[in-house]
């Protein structure tokens, strides 16, 4: 397969409704893209600014400040503590690392690449672009042999499935069993909000409660976009198994995939202050707090969305009927099938627009429903 025969962005099907809803009296409600609008923290910034001066390229490997800054968060904030820098890496966003991974790995036509079933779509996207067979399956039982990789995505992007010390621990043996590198996309798991994760900490695949001992064949991917509102800096990373950490660091150097110098820097003091992070989930609560009762009070059900950026929701209808009943609010959603084929009911909506514009589109819902 080659990039031409990939399906056209998605999200061009979504353009009449937003022409639609941008005709409402009152202007659009955008919740349909999780892309952050809240400023992004000074201190940031700031450590931004204080790297400009890069006349030399970057380390692909990442700085030792960075590498040590990821080490220490995760130990601090996701109860891993026996990692090294030789078990972390920076990536140019987790978009890229989660495409190119099939590729980085050295996967191929025959192998299985699994994803979840309700799934942000560049996990599948990564396996086709190398001739990868994706299959999507949640429960470890269901993961064939043969499978190279398979990815979980905890909290889940559309549908906010978290998943607890036990289910990871059963993901790691099944993957064991048969072989396959286990990547887990964790970038919502500051975003806790319904049942454990109201108080716990969302577990990490890394966790010494999964690993037993052992972070062979294991990955953690990791963004700042959404906790720090750094979406527009490009800055991830992964961690894990060390010899996988190796082999990509080696594929990455010779491809170039190193983090801009000044984004580096600002991405080891974003990971080095807690008090953005809660502020800013505390904003996310705001707007959730608003629009989930008022997507109820509108006929919509609230499906998972125990974690994450979003409401995943449902009418009992066609996800597009959905997308025209809001739009005609002048509320625009993302629509369910974008993120597969078990999905053909569900509206996905992000937290990311300004608190006045969610709440103006909680006030027209909560009107719709009298």
């Known amino acids: 397969m080659s990039v031409h025969d990939l399906a056209d962005y998605p999200w061009d099907a979504v353009v009449p409704f937003r022409e639609r809803a941008a005709q409402h009296p009152d202007g659009l409600v955008d919740l349909s893209v999780g892309s952050p609008v809240d400023p992004t923290p000074e201190l940031i910034r700031r450590a931004l600014a204080e790297a400009t001066d890069a006349h030399a390229y970057p380390q692909t490997v990442g700085t030792p400040s960075l590498r040590e800054a990821i080490v220490d968060w995760y130990a601090r904030r996701r109860g891993v503590s026996d990692l090294t820098v030789d078990n972390v890496l920076p990536t140019i966003g987790s978009k890229e690392l989660v495409a190119l991974l099939p590729t980085l790995l050295g996967l191929g036509e025959g192998d299985i690449v699994v994803h979840p079933r309700v799934a942000y779509p560049t996990y599948e996207v990564g396996a086709r672009v190398v001739g990868a067979t994706p299959l999507p399956a949640d429960d470890p039982a269901d993961w064939p042999e043969g499978a190279k990789l398979i990815w979980i995505n905890t909290p889940g992007n559309p549908d906010g499935r978290t998943w607890t010390v036990d289910e990871l621990e059963k993901a790691v043996r099944r993957a064991r069993e048969i072989g396959a590198v286990l990547a887990s996309d964790e970038c919502y798991a500051e975003l806790g909000w319904d049942g454990p994760w109201a108080t716990d900490r969302v577990p990490s695949i890394l966790d010494p409660r999964v690993t037993g001992g052992s972070r062979a064949n294991l990955?953690?991917?990791?963004?700042?976009?959404?906790?720090?509102?750094?979406?527009?800096?490009?800055?991830?990373?992964?961690?894990?198994?060390?010899?996988?950490?190796?082999?990509?660091?080696?594929?990455?150097?010779?491809?170039?995939?190193?983090?801009p110098a000044p984004v580096q820097h600002a991405m080891a003091v974003a990971l080095g202050d807690d008090e953005h992070v809660a502020a800013q989930k505390e904003l996310y609560r705001e707007r959730r707090d608003a629009l989930r009762p008022a997507l109820e009070a509108a006929g919509f059900r609230i499906d998972g969305s125990e974690a994450g950026l979003y409401l995943w929701a449902t009418a009992?209808?066609?996800?597009?009927?959905?997308?025209?009943?809001?739009?005609?609010?002048?509320?625009?959603?993302?629509?369910?099938?974008?993120?597969?084929a078990h999905s053909g009911q569900h509206v996905r909506l992000a937290l990311t627009a300004p608190t006045e514009r969610v709440l103006a589109g909680a006030q027209r819902l909560r009107s719709a429903s009298l």
């Open 219 to 259: 990955l953690s991917v990791y963004s700042l976009s959404k906790q720090s509102n750094l979406a527009g800096y490009r800055a991830a990373f992964l961690a894990g198994c060390a010899r996988i950490v190796g082999d990509l660091l080696t594929a990455r150097k010779h491809l170039g995939l190193m983090p």
């Open 316 to 340: 009992g209808e066609d996800a597009w009927v959905s997308m025209g009943r809001m739009a005609d609010l002048g509320i625009l959603a993302g629509p369910g099938p974008f993120y597969g």
